[in-house]
Nanobody
Framework: QVQLVESGGGLVQVGGSLRLSCAAS????????LGWFRQAPGKEREFVAA???????????DYADSVKGRFTISRDNAKNTVYLQMNTLKPEDTAVYYC??????????????????WGWGTQVTVSS
C-alpha cells in the first residue's frame, strides 16, 4: 500500500506560479512511477505529467501537450516526494490536482486507469 498526500495548491493570478508537492509513504518510493493528473469541474480526469527513475542517474519524463514548457515534474527519492512546478499559469489550468503512483514496469504510464494509488487532491485556481 502507498499513501499519497498532496499540498501546495491555492489561488494564483494568470501568469503566476505554484509548486505542488506529493509526499509518499508505505512502500519503496523509488520503485514507483509518480504521476500528476487534474480534473476540472464537469470534465474527465486528465494526465498532466509523470516521472520514472531507472535506479541510477536517469529520469524519464512525460508531459501532456497542454503543459509542456510550463510545468516541470521532479522527484526526490530520499524524501519520498514528487513535485510539480507550474509556471505561466492559465485559467484553463484551474482544477483539482491529484498525485498518483503505480509500480514501475519500465514503460510510460499516462492513463489514469494505469495508476493504483491516489491522493485526495489539491485545488489550484487561476484567476484572470
Amino acid at each position: 500500500q502507498v499513501q499519497l498526500v498532496e499540498s501546495g495548491g491555492g489561488l494564483v493570478q494568470v501568469g503566476g506560479s505554484l509548486r505542488l508537492s506529493c509526499a509518499a509513504s508505505g512502500r519503496t518510493f523509488s520503485n514507483y512511477v509518480l504521476g500528476w493528473f487534474r480534473q476540472a469541474p464537469g470534465k474527465e480526469r486528465e494526465f498532466v505529467a509523470a516521472i520514472r527513475w531507472n535506479g541510477r542517474s536517469t529520469y524519464y519524463l512525460d508531459y501532456a501537450d497542454s503543459v509542456k514548457g510550463r510545468f516541470t515534474i521532479s522527484r526526490d527519492n530520499a524524501k519520498n516526494t514528487v513535485y510539480l512546478q507550474m509556471n505561466t499559469l492559465k485559467p484553463e489550468d484551474t482544477a483539482v490536482y491529484y498525485c498518483a503512483a503505480t509500480r514501475d514496469d519500465g514503460y510510460s504510464h499516462m492513463r489514469s486507469v494505469e495508476y493504483d494509488y491516489w491522493g485526495w487532491g489539491t485545488q489550484v485556481t487561476v484567476s484572470s
